[in-house]
């Protein structure tokens, strides 16, 4: 069975610090996703990454794929309140139509 | 444009009534997804669609649980005999892409499901 796991579950810091979210798994997945999910509404995709060592920046978010591609990493820079929210990787696994879902990361910024 | 969109966005039903949840998917997009999603949980993957075609539905939890997408646009999820253990919201997403190394996935809102 293939799982990812997400770390931190919980996470609450001040407006301006610095961030890291960490995905792992013991599975290879041909590509990596990030979405962010807020209450009530359905995950939005931040970032599709897809080969081993890849890293790929949107604004203030750096979004990193291992090498072997088990794992990835999402860095949040000078984290806003807008940031707030349910961070979900997902993997897609090789040879199948199907999406791990990780275990989520959830986000607290206060102003 | 419009979105992905599904409903009811709430239901309520009593425990042994069957269900049907409906997903609208964005105009053209040939794959579909269904996700269940426990309250504090990632989303877990049900089935999957391309077009007509149900290629894979490995995550569907029992045979109470059932899809189908007939014309290969709206897509149906329907539980029957229902159980408390189905109480979850219900994700449905649509992507443009039927092959490739990663589908972007477009999710509706949600069903959330509540059985008493």
């Known amino acids: 069975t293939q799982l990812l796991e997400q770390s931190p579950q919980f996470l609450s810091i001040q407006e301006g610090e610095n961030l890291t979210v960490y995905c792992n798994s013991s599975?290879?997945?041909?590509?990596l996703q990030w979405y962010r999910q807020e209450p009530g509404e359905g995950p939005v995709l931040l970032v599709t990454?897809?080969?081993?060592?890849e890293v790929k920046k949107l604004k203030r978010l750096t979004f990193q794929f291992g090498d072997a591609r088990k794992d990835s990493s999402l860095h949040i820079t000078a984290a806003q309140p807008g940031d707030t929210g349910l961070y979900l990787c997902?993997?897609?696994?090789?040879?199948?139509?199907?999406?791990?879902f990780g275990t989520g990361t959830r986000l607290k910024v206060l102003a | 444009g419009a979105g992905v969109s599904q409903s009811p966005r709430y239901k309520v039903a009593k425990r042994g009534q069957d269900v049907a949840l409906r997903c609208d998917p964005i105009?053209?997009?040939?794959?579909l997804f269904w996700y269940q999603q426990a309250l504090g949980q990632g989303p877990e993957f049900l089935t999957y669609?391309?077009?007509?075609?149900?290629?894979?539905k490995s995550g569907l939890p029992s045979d109470r649980f059932f899809a189908e997408r007939p014309e290969g646009s709206v897509s149906t999820l329907k539980i029957q005999r229902t159980q408390q253990e189905d109480s979850a919201v219900y994700l449905c997403?649509?992507?443009?892409?039927?092959?490739?190394?990663?589908?972007?996935?477009?999710f509706g809102p949600g069903t959330r499901l509540t059985v008493t």
């Open positions: 997403a649509s992507s443009p892409w039927d092959r490739g190394l990663a589908y972007e996935q477009y």
């Open positions: 599975s290879v997945f041909s590509s």
């Open positions: 990454v897809v080969t081993g060592g």
């Open positions: 997902a993997g897609h696994a090789s040879g199948t139509y199907k999406y791990i």
């Open positions: 105009s053209g997009h040939v794959s």
């Open positions: 669609f391309q077009n007509e075609a149900q290629l894979d």
